[in-house]
């Protein structure tokens, strides 16, 4: 992954091409977390292949897409055969109106991502520093500065992910894990990754501003944290 999806992460990859291709390995990155957050060059990045899907970069859902370095086109096999359709790599009827939103939505993004970084980063700081006012013991999971502007994966010690989510469900929308196995009873494999034990990785809960969150909404969840979850509950 080019970020990861739980903690916004960016993972060094140009780093991560240089040694799998030493070892004469070719290197996919799934870059779905990237995409319109960071500037992503896959001549910079150094890698063969990357993947991209249209939903996570407000585009609609149901369509993606494979970068292939030209040099390794003849190296891959079609998983899915008939018409021949896309280079012979997947073949089935394109689904036109999806690719041409797909492309708005890179259009946009190619326009957009720095002015969202900066307005998203910003919020996001907002929301952090503030949160931490509230809530000293508040920790953030994954590395402070290499990261995705609009992540924030935080616990609050003493208290599951899950528990807050409870509380909070009906007025704002979090996450504790990846949104595909987000069950809540197991823990995060990122976040055990990271070297937590598995009562600590449940405290996480992933908190994710985007393009259209507002500052009005940040200072919403400043006001709601603290009277929903009662100032009694930390310290
Ligand atoms: C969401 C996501 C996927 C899955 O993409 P879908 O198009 O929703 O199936 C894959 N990888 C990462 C990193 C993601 O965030």
């Known amino acids: 992954m080019l970020v990861n999806n739980e903690i916004g992460v960016i993972q060094p990859l140009s780093a991560i091409a240089e040694l799998t291709h030493r ?4 290197l996919h990155t799934d870059a779905t977390q990237a995409a319109g957050r960071i500037t992503i060059d896959v001549a910079t990045l150094g890698v063969d292949l990357l993947t991209l899907s249209s939903h996570k970069m407000y585009g609609p859902q149901g369509v993606g897409c494979l970068y292939v370095r030209e040099e390794i086109k003849p190296r891959l096999r079609a998983m899915i055969t008939g018409g021949g359709q896309e280079y012979g790599l997947r073949s089935g009827t394109l689904p036109l109106p999806l690719i041409a939103g797909f492309g708005k939505a890179c259009e946009i993004a190619a326009a957009e991502t720095l002015a969202d970084h900066q307005r998203i980063k910003a919020l996001t700081r907002v929301l952090w520093e503030g949160l931490k006012e509230l809530f000293p013991s508040m920790r953030l999971h ?9 992540n924030l994966n935080v616990a ?3 208290y599951s992910g899950e528990e807050i ?9 979090m996450a504790t894990g990846s949104a595909c196995s987000s069950s809540g009873t197991e823990p995060s494999h990122v976040i055990v990754a990271l070297g937590f034990p598995p009562d600590e990785a449940l405290q996480a809960i992933r908190i994710s501003l985007g393009r259209f969150t507002t500052d009005r909404e940040i200072e919403q969840v400043l006001e709601l944290f603290p009277r929903t979850i009662g100032s009694g509950m930390f310290h």
């Not at 994954?142 to 609009?150: V, Y």
């Not at 989510?165 to 929308?173: E, F």
Request: proline share 8%; aromatic share 4%; no cysteine.
């Open 142 to 150: 994954g590395h402070p500065e290499k990261r995705i502007a609009g």
């Open 156 to 158: 609050f010690p003493g």
């Open 23 to 26: 070892h004469g390995a070719l």
């Open 165 to 173: 989510i409870a509380l909070l469900r009906d007025q704002m929308a």
